[in-house]
């Protein structure tokens, strides 16, 4: 008989370690498929941010580096100076990239690494309970904004991939999301184009993926799959802002 699905290479035959609901395993799926389509799992090097994202280590099946929290463009940068011969790509959620890591995130885009980002906003920080991350939108509540973000007090959201978009050096910057079965099909797309940047030494890729924390934002599945599409998205516009040609 023909197989028409399987679980890709790229990912070990283990159960999620993500609560029921949450679109980091989603994310992890589509890397994994866009490196099997690519033939990188040989030579793909993932430099893991510290978070959510870190649980998917026993989920990849290829080699991996973890990074200090926030660090992980940084050492990125030095894993794919040394061995320019691999992959090597980060997977960040936004505690870790748009807050303590916003320095290391900028000036390896601005330096135009080759290297790929691999950004999750779930407007939250998940690991730790909940917490306001620069992302959380205005008015959503956290557990440090439990009256809802306030602007006058803690800024607005940060939009990273507007942001990185207007350095000179990047040569793919989007926004997609994983809301529904169209959105990830076009976030696939997005990550594949991000990863061929890199095999064709075109400098660095960075994707933000929309993403969930149905556990932290306390609700079931599906709401916070609404929640995407109508608080989410209208702030943080999907689409393509930099493609080098
Ligand atoms: C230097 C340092 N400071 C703080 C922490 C605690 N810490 C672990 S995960 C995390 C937040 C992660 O949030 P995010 O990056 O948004 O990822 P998520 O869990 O939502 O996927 C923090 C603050 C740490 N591990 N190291
Ligand atoms: S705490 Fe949130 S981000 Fe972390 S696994 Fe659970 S739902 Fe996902």
């Known amino acids: 008989m023909q197989k028409i699905y399987a679980k890709p290479e790229s990912l070990n035959k283990v159960s999620s370690p993500y609560c029921p609901g949450c679109l980091h395993g989603v994310a992890q799926k589509l890397m994994a498929q866009a490196l099997d389509s690519l033939g990188l799992r040989e030579k793909s090097i993932i430099v893991m941010g510290v978070g959510c994202v870190s649980l998917g280590r026993t989920y990849f099946n290829m080699d991996m580096v973890p990074a200090a929290h926030g660090r992980a463009p940084a050492v990125a940068t030095g894993v794919k100076r040394i061995r320019p011969d691999r992959f090597v790509f980060t997977y960040q959620g936004d505690g870790d990239l748009a807050a303590i890591g916003t320095s290391e995130i900028i000036h390896c885009a601005n330096r135009g690494e080759n290297i790929t980002t691999l950004f999750i906003n779930n407007a939250t920080y998940g690991m730790t309970g909940g917490q306001m991350a620069p992302t959380t939108l205005v008015g959503q509540t956290s557990t440090t904004t439990p009256a809802g973000r306030d602007p006058k007090t803690t800024g607005y959201p940060l939009k990273m991939a507007e942001i990185i978009a207007t350095l000179e050096a990047p040569a793919y910057v989007a926004r997609f999301a994983l809301n529904s079965p169209a959105n990830i099909l076009k976030a696939a797309k997005g990550i594949e184009t991000a990863f061929r940047m ?15 924390c149905p556990t932290n934002w306390h609700m079931k599945p599906l709401d916070a799959l609404a929640t995407i599409e109508k608080n989410m998205i209208p702030y943080y516009p999907l689409g393509e802002f930099k493609v080098r040609k």
């Open 198 to 212: 890199q095999v064709e030494n075109k400098g660095f890729s960075f994707v933000e993926l929309l993403s969930n």
